[in-house]
């Protein structure tokens, strides 16, 4: 059974860091792109950033989120994390690893990401 756990997210002010991490158990997902989706109330899920799978060094980050978050994976780990810094109010939302449906595929739609976390809260006050 595939389960992703996050961990990581709390109560933080403007301008400040968190690290969120997700451990993977079930499956190696080191041939797979891992990603963090962001969902606000009233909202739709978003892609902030993606990795590609091992071998490949490639990462995508939302216009929203670049220069200020980075994405980074330990494969012998079979975790990934999400480093945000200088964080603003508007990066309020729950916060979702997210694992590829497919092997060796990067994409931004939730649609292409087939196993999910229970999600973390993360919010930023002003």
């Known amino acids: 059974q595939v389960q992703l756990v996050e961990s990581g997210g709390g109560l933080v002010q403007a301008g400040g860091s968190l690290r969120l991490s997700c451990s993977a158990s079930g499956r190696t997902f080191s041939s797979y792109a891992m990603g963090w989706f962001r969902q606000a109330p009233g909202k739709e899920r978003e892609l902030a950033a993606t990795?590609?799978?091992?071998?490949?060094?490639?990462?995508y980050y939302a216009d929203s989120v670049k220069g200020r978050f980075t994405i980074s994976r330990d494969n012998a780990k079979n975790t990934v994390y999400l480093q945000m810094s200088s964080l603003k109010p508007e990066d309020t939302a729950v916060y979702y690893c997210?694992?590829?449906?497919?092997?060796?595929?990067?994409?931004?739609?939730?649609?292409?990401?087939?196993?999910w976390g229970q999600g973390t809260q993360v919010t930023v006050s002003s």
């Open positions: 990795i590609a799978w091992s071998g490949l060094s490639s990462a």
């Open positions: 997210a694992a590829a449906r497919t092997p060796r595929w990067l994409g931004v739609s939730p649609s292409g990401y087939a196993y």
